[in-house]
């Protein structure tokens, strides 16, 4: 089981003071916050920590790639990005595993001049809100990435932009919060719930009942299903993606690479590999990989970089994002209930967002406060008009 051989801790805990449901790069993100704290947290994952949608994922953490966003999740996004550098070095110390962080600088690329224009305006934007961000001619642009396509007209350039593997992140979370105390439980899916008053004391998987302190549930697309069962529905949705893994073999990519719109991605890996996506598909519970959802990702690859394409075709993958009707997070105290948490909703940038997700859900639990910053993230944002 697991990354290269290692198995995640069951140290034996009977009554967590929390239980995180789902173990996602969230979740375990959360577990390891807690665990440093040395509070006793117990995460529980219907599968196998590490598969599904942080299987998929391309783990690119870099500036947001729109002004078009609440400045609270601006904040969150820098916090994130500025934690990245130690959180991974401490995650590698305490698990033993390499993450394949690594900050390859990203290269948004204009081919209109309608594109440039936006890509000047955004990276002045980035560079105004503390991200390394400038705009870059042709020239400068392909001598720093000589696989860049022909006929573009210069490049936004993030210096600090970069990208890990995201199941081999999730791993090292899960292993180093398990070596700092927490229990990671594997294959129990959460059926329901016990309730007293407004708490829950129990949560109900096959593998038997686990009392409860608090309860926070990061279980990705299936959230809002978890609520629905505390009576308290919310609208998560899944939205899938579809990747291609690649290899160029002797043609090496050296930056993260996406279309003006940051909706197509080139991302290497410290491997050699490049991850090349994705598809956008709204509502779509399958993780089937089709032939429509490759052939999208490898015209990526042919507007992106496509001296890749006489590479090879190393896996391909289909990962359920977490979404929500106005693409926000949903993070922070059930309605009705005094020990749920939500911590979901995070679409597109659920690696980008979860340092600052974790930290902020355990000060929230901890002070009995969510803080401001979470209020455009608020479950309560979906209550039903009376
Ligand atoms: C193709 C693709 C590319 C992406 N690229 C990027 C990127 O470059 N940068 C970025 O920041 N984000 C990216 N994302 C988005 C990012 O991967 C997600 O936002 C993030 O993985 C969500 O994490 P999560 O922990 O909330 O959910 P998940 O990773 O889905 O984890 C939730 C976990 O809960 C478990 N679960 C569900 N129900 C239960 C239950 N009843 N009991 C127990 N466990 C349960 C699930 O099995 C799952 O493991 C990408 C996603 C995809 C699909």
Redesign the pocket.
Known sequence: MGVEGKQVSTRSETSPEVIV????????AIAYAFARRGISCLV????I?G????E??????SPPSTSAIPAERLELARRSFQAYPWLVAAVQEDSGLDVGYRQWGELLIAKTEEQAASLRELAAWQASTGFESEWVDEKTARELEPLLPEGILGALLADEGG?LV?QRL?RALALAAAERGARVVER????GFEVEGERVSAVR?PQGSFAAGQVVL??????G??AGQLGRPLPTLP?????ALISGGTTVLRHVVGTADGDG?L?PRTDGTV?A???KERGVWDTRVTPAGIAHCLRLVEQLGPGLLGGELVST??????GTPDDEPIVGPLPGYRNVWI????????????PATADLVVQGILSGEPDPLLAPFSPHRFDQAP
Do not use: F
């Open positions: 449901v789902g173990g996602g790069v969230i979740g375990t529980l994952e219907q599968g920590i598969q599904g949608t942080s998929a994922s391309a783990g690119i953490v990208s995201v999730v129990a899916p959460v059926t998987t990061a279980a990705g697309a299936w959230t299903h978890l939205v899938k993606g579809q990747m991605y991302a991850w996506g994705s598809t993958g289909a990962g359920l994002r977490p911590a979901a909703g995070h679409y597109r940038t659920g690696v980008q967002l979860a």
